[in-house]
């Protein structure tokens, strides 16, 4: 299978603790971007990146998180001191020049 | 970008036509119609997208009127694996390329078997 993948799946960690999460575009997609969604409401963008150029990010995207995606291939977005309000599913897309974003099947994030 | 309006929610009968409609009337002469849904458990996808004519492929088709204000994405024959969260997106595609998608909270639909 040849779509975005994210790892891990499901993340259960206590509050204060730090995580992270990767994404692995579709090979050859120059755009990659993070979403979050909480229960009940679509995706919310936080930051994307062209390459290895992160080109926005979002208020959503306090300082306790991070994104990175070293030579343009995947990418990994670290949570640092986490909420419980930072409970949610991270979503990752994955586009080329094309209209369409293709998005992985998310992590789904627990804290406690 | 402009703002979109769906319903929260839609039943249809399985093989029946489903018609989901969107308003957006702050719509801007640049911006691209784009649907996606979202099925459960999974990320997502991609539907269809138009900018000022009707559109059609394999998933579905996406009727645009002609003042721009409304779409209907119409799924022809409803099937139990359409039931998903049906997201309505307008984005300024050609000026601003492949750019984050803003979703609102779409409209679930329900299909009974």
């Known amino acids: 299978d040849t779509g975005v993948s994210q790892n891990p799946r499901h993340k259960i960690t206590k509050r204060g603790q730090n995580v992270t999460f990767r994404c692995d575009p579709i090979?050859?997609?120059?755009?990659l971007y993070w979403y979050r969604q909480t229960l009940g409401q679509g995706p919310e963008f936080l930051t994307y990146?062209?390459?290895?150029?992160?080109?926005?990010k979002s208020r959503l995207l306090s300082d306790r998180f991070s994104a990175e995606r070293p030579k343009g291939s995947f990418s990994t977005l670290e949570i640092q001191r986490t909420e419980q309000g930072d409970s949610a599913m991270y979503l990752c897309?994955?586009?080329?020049?094309?209209?369409?974003?293709?998005f992985g099947p998310g992590t789904r994030l627990t804290v406690t | 970008d402009a703002k979109t309006t769906q319903p929260n929610s839609m039943e249809s009968n399985e093989e029946e036509p489903v018609h989901l409609p969107c308003n957006h009337s702050?719509?801007?002469?640049?911006?691209?119609i784009h649907w996606y849904r979202q099925l459960p458990s999974q990320g997502p996808e991609y539907v269809i997208h138009?900018?000022?004519s009707n559109v059609n492929n394999r998933m579905a088709s996406l009727a645009i009127a002609e003042d721009r204000k409304s779409s209907t994405l119409i799924l022809h024959r409803a099937t139990l694996r359409d039931a998903a969260v049906y997201y309505c997106?307008?984005?300024?595609?050609?000026?601003?390329?492949?750019?984050?998608?803003?979703f609102g909270k779409g409209t679930r639909l329900s299909v009974i078997a």
């Open positions: 990146f062209q390459n290895e150029a992160q080109l926005e």
């Open positions: 897309a994955s586009s080329s020049w094309t209209i369409e974003q293709y």
């Open positions: 702050t719509i801007s002469g640049t911006d691209y």
């Open positions: 090979s050859e997609h120059n755009r």
């Open positions: 997106i307008l984005r300024d595609t050609p000026r601003e390329g492949n750019t984050p998608l803003v």
């Open positions: 138009g900018l000022t």
